[in-house]
């Protein structure tokens, strides 16, 4: 396999220039999700330039290109399109300035503060490297871009517009995520790798009154406070020390002003575990004790308890991450590794479950290896690199895009190249 696959990666010094202008075009021109019309575009010409035979619209935005090369096994490497509604604080030349309009008639800031620019270059330089050395491999190589990967709902409308029906059934799917490590790092994880996401919205019912009035109320205030407080024994007095999971409340609206005892409040909350039964214990608790607090404080009506989305638990496939692992430890040498448990969360893995196939997605590094060296030295890495969904992240051109790039056609060829 390193044979075929260093044949392929031999001409990406000549796309390396192209790949680089394509990220930067993105990344100037990052889309919410499931608006992706021009990066889809982008993608969706780059495949037909290269020979693919091609779908677009599938699920809103997300495009299929499909490249057969004789009978063999069919890989499916997928890229997420979506930037966040961020303000860009960069300072790079090619920084986005792009806004859209919000429901509220208000200007919305947009950038790729996550990263999506890097996997849609890099997946691009993959598909262009795998059809102009159709000689080194065999089977089909499908290249897959989904839209709205930030807003959970990406995956499951492709999935609900036909994408079974669309795409040859794959073998295996194949994602990747650049991440804050340092540019040119590479990392897979078999089993539990991504954290499995629960949004809440809860909203408390009291009774308003005056604020100089307490007796005459039931304060949600005060309620929303207690449920607050005693959500965050969960984790601290519910789950064994060994069992990772995460209880974040985010936000908390109530009233108006500072003499008035509102009549609800609301608090949204984010659950992060990595398991079914975890999962359904944690929820199951939050439950218990919004009900709980209500009851106890006199509550008039019911709580509502609403989820308002929801990711799936990224668990990798032993076998193809093995295969995976195997084939980046001869490429990449010592800049692979086995990567630590990340608590963010992805929809990617609806995509492999729709087909009934394995998956293995893995971790490449964006941060200037010089700067995460320094700040690794100090010891304040958390402090001095800027994660993902930071208004600052913007990952280093080189390394990461060879990286990319090599790290999705290598792992490709693992099952292509014979």
Not at 5 to 20: F, H, M, N, P, Y
Not at 195 to 216: E, F, V, Y
Not at 394 to 402: G, N, S
Request: hydrophobic share 40%.
């Amino acid at each position: 396999m390193t044979d075929h696959a260093r044949t392929v990666l031999a001409g990406l010094d000549t796309i390396r220039s192209e790949v680089e202008s394509l990220y930067r075009d993105l990344h100037r021109h990052p889309e919410l999700g499931l608006q992706e019309h021009r990066t889809a575009k982008r993608a969706a010409d780059a495949l037909r330039d290269a020979d693919y035979d091609v779908t677009e619209g599938i699920g809103g935005t997300g495009v299929v290109g499909v490249l057969e090369n004789g009978d063999g096994p069919v890989v499916m490497g997928r890229a997420d399109m979506d930037a966040l509604p961020v303000r860009e604080r960069t300072g790079l030349p090619y920084a986005s300035t792009a806004t859209v309009t919000d429901e509220n008639g208000g200007e919305q800031p947009v950038m790729h503060a996550c990263g999506h620019d890097v996997h849609v270059a890099s997946l691009i330089g993959c598909a262009r490297l795998m059809a102009s050395r159709r000689d080194a491999w065999q089977g089909t190589f499908v290249a897959l871009f989904q839209p709205s990967e930030e807003n959970g709902d990406g995956a499951a409308a492709m999935v609900a517009d036909g994408l079974t029906a669309t795409s040859p059934r794959p073998d295996v799917v194949l994602a990747q995520h650049v991440l804050p490590y340092p540019a040119g790092f590479v990392g897979t994880r078999a089993g539990s790798f991504l954290a499995a996401a629960d949004s809440l919205r809860i909203t408390l019912h009291g009774r308003g009154a005056h604020g100089s009035m307490p007796q005459a109320a039931v304060d949600p205030v005060v309620m929303a406070a207690t449920v607050v407080v005693r959500l965050q024994t969960i984790v601290s007095r519910e789950l064994a020390a060994t069992t990772p999971a995460v209880v974040t409340v985010g936000s908390i609206h109530a009233g108006s002003g500072p003499n008035l005892i509102p009549d609800r409040a609301v608090i949204e909350l984010n659950i992060r575990t990595y398991d079914d039964a975890t999962r359904t214990r944690v929820l199951d608790a939050v439950e218990r004790i919004v009900r709980a607090e209500c009851e106890a404080s006199g509550a008039p009506e019911e709580p509502e308890i609403e989820r308002i989305s929801s990711f799936p638990p990224t668990v990798n496939d032993e076998e193809p991450t093995q295969r995976v692992a195997g084939a980046f430890t001869a490429y990449f040498r010592d800049d692979a590794h086995t990567v630590e448990l990340q608590t963010a969360s992805e929809d990617m893995s609806e995509i492999p479950h729709a087909f009934g196939v394995p998956f293995t997605y893995w971790a490449i590094g964006g941060i200037d290896p010089e700067r995460y060296a320094e700040a690794a030295r100090k010891g304040t890495v958390a402090q001095d690199i800027p994660v993902n969904h930071s208004p600052a992240f913007a990952p280093v051109i080189q390394p990461t895009l060879d990286t990319g790039v090599g790290a999705m056609t290598v792992a490709a060829l693992a099952w292509l190249g014979g």
